[in-house]
């Protein structure tokens, strides 16, 4: 783990700058190859960061609406860096319903516009990763076996290491300059194959939400991201040819 890398009187929390370089690298991976997928790179880098402050705005609102006392007391709080003050599903609520509303503005189509921001997501997933190794958040259950790591008391299972390493796979089987890339079913080939990822990981997972005595939630929601997948892909396979025109 290294949650803070020292750098003289600087502190930099790793968590978090993994985080944020993930999204730098790979909303410019996304905006360079967008063009193969017949989208505009400059309204592509909009939509995402449309996304991205109405996501965090959305999140902060939310939990001070959670804990509106305590935000009453301090309204500054609402200008906190601190991430443990957002929400993370009303970010997601609010990122989605801003990213439609430019993306319905702007005229943008769904299918080219999330495979054009799928190599985006693929470099989010590897720095989620690296996220979690710097943070020992998303570890794994008790284990003996030979490569496992020393964390919060106890030899456990790398899933953290797991999760770059799969990321790290899918980005390149996944590279948009690659054959997968000219795909019209991109964005679904390279979320199944994260979902399938995600089955595999939680496995191991030591921190696991468990539901309905003893199911993985995370597998659960997996397994219907997968099946949801595989149903879309068979349905765009119907309906014509499945390959983009070679840019």
């Known amino acids: 783990m290294l949650p803070v890398l020292q750098i003289g009187p600087v502190g930099i929390p790793v968590p978090a700058f993994s985080l944020l370089l993930g999204v730098w690298l790979g909303l410019s991976l996304a905006e360079r190859h967008a063009p193969r997928f017949g989208v505009d790179g400059n309204r592509l880098f909009s939509l995402a960061l449309t996304a991205l402050l109405s996501g965090l705005a959305g999140a902060r609102l939310a939990y001070a609406a959670r804990y509106s006392r305590a935000f009453i007391e301090a309204p500054l709080n609402l200008l906190s860096p601190r991430p443990e003050l957002l929400d993370p599903w009303g970010g997601l609520a609010a990122g989605l319903i801003g990213a439609l509303i430019y993306a319905q503005r702007k005229e943008m189509r769904l299918w080219p516009t999330l495979n054009a921001l799928t190599p985006a997501f693929a470099v989010f997933a590897v720095a989620l990763g690296i996220s979690h190794l710097a943070s020992g958040d998303a570890f794994g259950a ?106």
Request: glycine share 6%.
């Open 142 to 247: 008790p284990t003996a076996v030979p490569w496992a790591i020393e964390l919060w008391g106890a030899r456990r299972h790398p899933t953290q290491i797991y999760e770059t390493l799969l990321a790290l796979l899918i980005l390149a089987a996944c590279w948009p300059a690659g054959p997968l890339g000219r795909r019209l079913d991109y964005f679904l080939i390279f979320t199944a194959a994260s979902a399938l990822a995600r089955i595999f990981i939680e496995a191991f997972r030591g921190d696991s939400v468990l539901v309905f005595s003893g199911f993985r939630l995370a597998q659960l929601a997996a397994w219907l991201v997968l099946a949801a997948s595989l149903w879309l892909m068979g349905r765009r396979f119907q309906k014509g040819p499945h390959h983009e025109p070679a840019s």
